[in-house]
T-cell receptor, first 114, second 114 residues
Framework: EAQVTQNPRYLITVTGKKLTVTCSQNMNHEYMSWYRQDPGLGLRQIYY???????DKGDVPEGYKVSRKEKRNFPLILESPSPNQTSLYFCASSSSTGLNTEAFFGQGTRLTVV | AQKITQTQPGMFVQEKEAVTLDCTYDTSDPSYGLFWYKQPSSGEMIFLIY????DQQNATEGRYSLNFQKARKSANLVISASQLGDSAMYFC???????????WGAGTKLIIKP
């Protein structure tokens, strides 16, 4: 089954404790991205990747890191999480960056930083 | 600046009635694509429908149709014969030809009443 898999689904952590949210897709998609969703703000892009070893900042990259060592994986790293990073996070992938290309989303990771 | 505006934070609709969810966009790019996604309470993002800026016809997918008014820069989602399962958050998004990033609206929470 074609899918984007994120783990974990839920995470509660303390301020400053490094964490990684994994994302993996099995559709051989080149384009992957991370979003955070906050009430009243919709989805905002954190980072994106056009292909292996190619990543770039989105609209809200501060406090986050990513890597793309393999085509299928695109982990999101929070080196020192803070409470303002409490949010719902989505990983998405698409086969290309064409106008009509549908983005496929993971199930989401609800992160709480206390 | 590129922007998506969804002016209805929430809507209540009686089951079996038609629903129109508003979306206006702002861009000076001549080439763009518009998407609608559904987010049920379980959290996943489900692609519903796509409209390209050069498409002559309004897009339709089953009970979903997109009322595309290019001069007004609006791309409203119409759901015919609403069902209880349509209760969800609905997001409008835009992709530009000049920048493959998806730009999202704040969303509309739709509740269908029995």
């Amino acid at each position: 089954e074609a899918q984007v898999t994120q783990n974990p689904r839920y995470l509660i952590t303390v301020t400053g404790k490094k964490l990684t949210v994994t994302c993996s897709q099995n559709m051989n998609h080149e384009y992957m991205s991370w979003y955070r969703q906050d009430p009243g703000l919709g989805l905002r892009q954190i980072y994106y990747s056009m292909n292996v070893e190619v990543t770039d900042k989105g609209d809200v990259p501060e406090g986050y890191k990513v890597s793309r060592k393999e085509k299928r994986n695109f982990p999101l790293i929070l080196e020192s999480p803070s409470p303002n990073q409490t949010s719902l996070y989505f990983c998405a992938s698409s086969s290309s960056t064409g106008l009509n290309t549908e983005a496929f989303f993971g199930q989401g990771t609800r992160l709480t930083v206390v | 600046a590129q922007k998506i505006t969804q002016t209805q934070p929430g809507m209540f609709v009686q089951e079996k009635e038609a629903v129109t969810l508003d979306c206006t966009y702002d861009t000076s790019d001549p080439s763009y694509g518009l998407f609608w996604y559904k987010q049920p309470s379980s959290g996943e993002m489900i692609f519903l429908i796509y409209q390209g800026s050069y498409d002559q016809q309004n897009a339709t997918e089953g009970r979903y149709s997109l009322n595309f008014q290019k001069a007004r820069k609006s791309a409203n989602l119409v759901i015919s014969a609403s069902q209880l399962g349509d209760s969800a958050m609905y997001f409008c998004a835009m992709r530009l030809d000049s920048n493959y990033q998806l730009i999202w609206g704040a969303g509309t929470k739709l509740i269908i009443k029995p």
